[in-house]
């Protein structure tokens, strides 16, 4: 038989961790923040059960919905060691609008998931007013989220990012790995640094040592934290560019997203069968984050290329007798693209 006690105090929801005020107060804050991503066709306001969007997409003949869902990893440890919180947010929009945008996909709407073990009013708001500004830099809207207190799970002031983002592309325009042969070339866009992959390894290397309020000489007045803070780049603006001149099947027969896994990895991806890739390592410069983390952690250069972006975040794989346009086209438009390799038999 097993005995039970009376509680010697009454239990709360929040002396169990949980505070409903707090998350009140989020929501509160964020809603005129969210407003300023909605368009005429979000049919609903934030703090219902559900997202509503109208899904007419005049003009398109047959609209594909592309979705994606991904998160921001370890990063998040560097933002909370540097008590910087607007950053990520704004990290994990871009992301996801690039994992679509190689499909030939322009996002509609972002919907996000913010988990935490204690809930802070400043760090959710400053998350969310990050996501705000990635849907504003895309052009999407922030239809709805979650945010969750979790003790338990997430022990101090841990917390994680997740979201999850719906585009569109005609059908007929969809960028496919099919498309992709022999003597095709590599164009690439460049990178700010580590975007939102590798932190484990950077972390390492670099924080465990040097810790986020360093500035090595080779990062020119930067802390490590700052460095690595920096947002991941959206290339939604520089590959629509690209459509609108150039035939996403004819002529970019194949677009890579460098995440998890690097430049080989994840354009192996995206290849055809029977095909693999012939790059020059020395075509471009590498930023000098990259260069310290190699240093300070004595990384192999295996690993760097396996765990990290290494300066290149998108890459174009293009007929190669449109490469010559395509590259003056994105000089004109602001970027700065390598011709960095090509596709060859495997």
């Known amino acids: 038989m097993i005995a039970t006690e009376k509680p010697t105090k009454m ?138 207190e979790m003790p338990g799970i997430y022990a101090g002031d841990d917390f994680d990012l997740a979201g999850t983002i719906i585009g569109v592309v005609e059908r007929d325009a969809i960028v496919s790995r099919e ?64 459509f609108e001149k150039f035939s996403p099947r004819e002529d970019i027969h194949s677009l890579s997203h460098i995440t998890g896994g690097g430049i080989v990895g994840n354009t192996s991806r995206v290849l055809s069968a029977g095909l693999g890739l012939d790059i020059d390592w020395n075509s471009w410069k590498r930023p000098a984050i990259f260069d310290l983390i190699q240093k300070v952690g004595n990384v192999p250069e295996e690993s760097m290329r396996k765990a990290l972006n290494l300066g290149i975040g998108l890459i174009i794989i293009a007929d190669a007798s449109k490469a010559t346009d395509m590259i003056d086209h994105l000089h004109a438009s602001g970027e700065e693209p390598v011709l960095m390799g090509k596709v060859v038999k495997r």
């Not at 964020?30 to 559900?50: A, E, H, M």
């Not at 972390?203 to 930067?222: F, I, Q, T, Y």
Request: hydrophobic share 40%.
């Open 11 to 148: 239990i709360t929801y929040e002396s169990a961790g949980v505070n409903i005020e707090a998350g009140e107060e989020v929501v509160r804050r964020i809603k005129p923040l969210v407003r300023k991503t909605f368009n005429p066709n979000v049919l609903t306001d934030i703090g219902g059960f559900g997202g509503l969007y109208d899904a007419r997409f005049p003009g398109m003949k047959q609209p594909v919905l592309v979705s994606s869902t991904d998160g921001v990893g370890t990063k998040i440890k560097v933002a909370i060691d540097a008590g910087k919180f607007d950053s990520v947010g704004h990290d994990l929009v871009n992301h996801c609008t690039n994992d679509i945008l190689v499909c030939g996909a322009k996002p509609i709407f972002f919907l996000d998931y913010f988990a935490s073990g204690k809930l802070h009013v400043e760090h959710g708001v400053s998350v969310v007013e990050g996501f705000v500004s990635g849907c504003l830099e895309n052009n999407c809207a922030l239809i709805g989220g979650e945010t969750a």
């Open 179 to 242: 498309n992709v042969r022999e003597g095709d070339v590599l164009i690439g866009l460049r990178s700010n640094g580590l975007h939102t992959n590798g932190y484990s390894l950077a972390r390492k290397a670099l924080v465990e040592v040097l810790g986020v309020g360093a500035k090595p000489k080779e990062l020119n007045g930067e802390t490590i934290g700052e460095a690595l803070l920096k947002v991941h780049r959206s290339y939604l603006a520089p590959v629509l560019s690209l």
